[in-house]
């Protein structure tokens, strides 16, 4: 079972509205990423996280950023939201080593809705 | 390059039916690692198997199967007797070893809907 976290797991704003998107694990893994799904569809990397300090974008360009000041929490701020930014985004982490196989484990996702 | 192709959209099935959800995928690499993801209704990813690229022994887990054929590229998912409960959008995917988990590529997924 995984142990990741996000919050909030429902966010109705307005446009130009500031955000963030909570993500924390509590596994110790190293590796975190976000990705942003359409109601299922295709995933998109938009980042991810080798380590604390560590951040890079993902091969889907966003308007969003990323932080990574602990190893358990990797938060995403939207600065000014638009309608464009509606979807579901999901935090995920990664262990390192042969026994982790990069199996990457999802939280539950935060569905943001920009009116 | 690698690539991972779920060439069924969607599935329709009755309950107790039993269903196959197809993989096939692309890599050059030797060691790889291949995962299968369910996503229902409430949006979470949740995993649900990894084989690795060496060890092409079927898995069964209660009502879950799995197929891994090097021959074929394929890692196919079968639910015997399926349930109303199983419908979700199902994900393959692929990541290679020396890549990390940071270049892991999923399929465009394939839609299930079990019907009562």
């Known amino acids: 079972e995984a142990d990741i976290y996000q919050t909030p797991r429902y966010l109705v704003i307005g446009t130009g509205k500031k955000i963030t998107l909570e993500c924390s694990q509590t596994?110790?893994?190293?590796?975190m990423y976000w990705y942003q799904q359409d109601p299922g569809m295709e995933l998109h990397l938009i980042h991810y996280?080798?380590?604390?300090?560590?951040?890079e974008k993902g091969d889907l360009s966003s308007e969003s950023t990323v932080s990574r000041i602990r190893t358990e929490h990797f938060p995403l701020t939207l600065e000014s939201a638009r309608p464009s930014h509606t979807s579901q985004y999901l935090c995920a982490s990664s262990g390192t080593g042969v026994s982790s196989g990069n199996t990457i484990y999802f939280g539950e996702g935060s569905w943001l809705t920009v009116v | 390059a690698q690539k991972v192709t779920q060439a069924q959209t969607e599935i329709s099935v009755v309950e107790k039916e039993d269903v196959t959800l197809d993989c096939v995928y692309e890599t050059r690499d030797t060691t790889y690692y291949l995962f299968w993801y369910k996503q229902p209704p409430s949006g979470e990813l949740v995993f649900l198997i990894r084989?690795?690229?060496?060890?092409?022994q079927n898995e069964i887990s209660g009502r879950y199967s799995w197929n891994f054929q090097k021959s074929t590229s394929s890692f196919n998912f079968t639910i015997t007797a399926s349930q109303v409960v199983d419908s979700a959008v199902y994900f393959c995917a692929l990541s290679e070893a020396r890549t990390g988990g940071f270049k892991t590529i999923f399929g465009a997924g394939t839609r299930l809907f079990v019907k009562a």
């Open positions: 996280s080798y380590g604390v300090n560590s951040t």
């Open positions: 596994m110790g893994h190293d590796k």
């Open positions: 084989r690795n690229s060496f060890d092409e």
